[in-house]
């Protein structure tokens, strides 16, 4: 996994048109029709982790769910079931990831502390021919088509599954899958910025109609939508006059 550390929200939009000059160049695409995913944290020294490996590590298929066969059936187990789980909160083995670099970006700034000293971390992910072999990880990437929650449209939601076969399907982590070598299931770049970016960063995408509530759609979310723009917003101007 390449790392690059930026300083500004700019440096940022022109690193995402570079990144996928490269990946366009590559010969290593999965298909002419793979696109780049991407994925924001509001913390850099976070790793890449579902939500399930955050509760228990490598569980298995059937323990994850006793009563669902869909689970241990198929290139693509209970997709529709996990995806829905994911977005009601649920420990999901899923990894969600976006389309859209800007929705990743407000994913990683929205809940961040403005603080000099801290960095967000926004994750792009390259699809390429999968590895394969016995021992191991397979990581397999879902797209936009799936009956679930209406977040997963407004969000542009793709998801990737990591697994391992060992006489057993186990849910596998994402320590290795990324590192050059014999295990690489793809390509993956590692963006940070500061997080003094949050609040020009949430405004600029405030203007596009990207916030809170443009992509959850509760009334929550508009309270939360409303705050930022009268504290956060607000604020930033106040420093600066």
């Known amino acids: 996994m390449e ?5 500004t929200w700019e440096e940022f939009e022109k690193e995402v048109s ?12 999965f298909s002419s029709s793979s696109t780049l995913l ?9 790793l890449l982790t579902p939500t399930l490996d955050r509760k ?20 693509c187990p209970g997709y529709a079931y996990m995806a829905y789980l994911r977005h009601h909160g649920f420990p999901s083995p899923l990894l969600d990831w976006t389309r859209s670099p800007y929705v990743a970006a407000f ?27 016995n021992g191991m990880p397979v990581l397999y990437r879902y797209g936009p088509s799936v009956r679930t929650h209406r977040r997963h449209v407004l ?3 793709e998801y990737t599954l990591c697994c391992f076969f060992d ?15 014999r295990h690489q299931q793809g390509l993956c770049w590692k963006i940070t910025l500061p997080t003094t970016e ?44």
């Open 155 to 157: 969000q542009q939601s």
């Open 3 to 7: 790392e690059r550390n930026l300083d």
């Open 198 to 241: 949050r609040s020009k960063v949430l405004r600029a995408l405030d203007e596009y109609n990207l916030n809170a509530f443009s992509l959850f759609e509760s009334e929550d979310s508009m309270m939360e939508m409303l705050t930022v723009r009268e504290f956060d917003f607000k604020k930033g101007r106040a420093l600066t006059a």
């Open 38 to 46: 991407f994925r924001g944290q509001e913390k850099s020294c976070w």
């Open 107 to 133: 994913f990683a700034f929205n809940k961040a502390t403005e603080d000099s000293n801290s960095r967000v971390s926004i994750y792009v992910f390259g699809e390429t021919s999968h590895a394969s072999g």
């Open 56 to 75: 228990r590590e490598r569980m298995l298929f059937k323990e994850y769910d006793k009563f669902s066969m869909e689970l241990l059936c198929g290139r």
């Open 167 to 181: 006489d057993k399907w186990f849910f596998e982590n994402y320590d290795t899958i990324f590192d050059q070598g």
């Open 18 to 29: 570079d990144v996928r000059k490269q990946y366009d160049q590559l010969d290593v695409k």
